[in-house]
Structures are given as C-alpha cells and as structure tokens.
C-alpha cells in the first residue's frame, strides 16, 4: 500500500468511538495530526450521504465490526471521496480496486489458517469480534466485558463461568487496551487458558489493517490448533 504523508488530511470515520478515538491517537503519536473526524450527520457511509465539503487525502475506518465489511466499506468511501471530488474520482476508484484485491488475497490467507483450527468455542473480552468470529466459523461462548470499560458485576462473572461449564471454551481472549483483571480471574476460575486479541492496533508491529489482523490470527492459531 501507498504510504500517508504527514500532511495528508486523513478522515477517521468513526473516530469519536473507543476505536476510531485509539487510531487517531496513535496517529498522533506519529505525527499524522491533520485529522477530520465527521459525524454520522456529516457522513452516513451506510446512506452514501456525504455532507463535509471538504477535499480530503486519506481515511481511516474506526469502528470496531469492519473485519466482516472490509470491501464494502471501500466501495462505499470511493463513492463518498468521488463526490466530494469528482476530480479525482478515477484515482480513488483505481485506488479502491487496487485495495479489494489486496483485501481479498487478505481474506484468503485468513481463511485458510481458520481451516487449521480444530477447536471454536471462545470467550471475547466484548463484541469486538463478533463479525470475525461469524466469517471465520468461530462461536463466541460469552464475552467478558459486555460494556466497554465498565468492569462487569459479580453476577454476571458467574454467568459468564456458568456458560464457560457448559460449553467446551478453547480459550479466553482480553484486548490490550482495556484492564486484563476481569479476564484473568475468569480464566484462572474457569481452568481456561487466556489469550490476547488486540481489536485495534496501532502498536509496533500492528500499525496496518493487514498486519493487525495477521498478528490476531498468529495468536489464533497458538490457542485454536
């Protein structure tokens, strides 16, 4: 993929979201601080309702569920950046082929490794994963955090163990950027080996879309096989 410039002005869709708020951080942190960050009101993508007037260079999708929508999501920004600029409307659509395909080949690589795992019952820290999970034949058991950062109550701990007995977990999954101590008591009471899946990236070695999902399925492959 291309490289971002610096000054590029990069559009985070989703960004005021837990995801899409840690991307443009991390972008921050990397000296990528020309940001627009619209509102559903300024760009709807499941209504291709564009409302930014504004030419951008870049975009980041920020919300939690794209692993299952990946090539939709570029059908749908190349139709939003054409119309903000028809100018440029045949090198975003050349940019958005370029992409699916890459995506595609992505999603191939995936799907083979999933092929190997012999075990798919899990338990997610929250429903980060729930799209994944359904494209790659995984079930998700129960999830330990139901609301992002709201640690979970002590009776719903025990309903998540109870639906760990009756069910044969592989493993139990956390996310580096949210507190691990909820999961571990779990895994530690439950018998269930734990595991980490990040959902967001943004860290050495997880800085693109493609890389943090091979990292995920490298981590996947240690705890399903």
Do not use: C
Request: no cysteine.
């Amino acid at each position: 993929m291309s490289l971002i410039h610096t000054s590029d002005r990069i559009a985070i869709f989703g960004g005021r979201g837990m995801a899409g708020s840690a991307i443009a951080r991390a972008l921050v942190r990397k000296g990528y601080s020309n940001q627009l960050m619209p509102t559903r009101q300024e760009l709807d993508l499941l209504l291709k309702e564009v409302h930014l007037g504004t030419p951008l260079d870049r975009a980041v999708l920020g919300g939690e569920h794209h692993h299952a929508h990946d090539r939709l999501a570029v059908d749908l920004l190349v139709a939003a950046f054409a119309e903000l600029d028809p100018a440029g409307a045949d090198a975003f659509r050349e940019r958005g082929a370029a992409l699916k395909r890459e995506l595609e080949a992505l999603h191939e690589e995936v799907l083979a490794a999933s092929r190997a795992w012999t075990k798919r019952t899990i338990v997610t820290f929250h429903g980060s994963f729930g799209y994944f999970a359904e494209r790659y034949d995984l079930r998700i058991a129960a999830v330990v955090e139901p609301f992002p950062g709201r640690e979970p109550t002590p009776r719903y701990v025990a309903d998540v163990l109870a639906a760990l007995r009756g069910a044969d977990v592989a493993a139990l999954f956390y996310e580096p950027q949210l507190d691990p101590r909820p999961a571990r008591v779990i895994s530690e009471q439950a018998h269930t080996p734990l595991f980490e899946l990040d959902p967001m990236g943004g860290t050495e070695g997880r800085e693109s879309y493609e890389a943090l999902l091979r990292h995920d399925v490298s981590v996947l492959n240690d705890a399903l096989r």
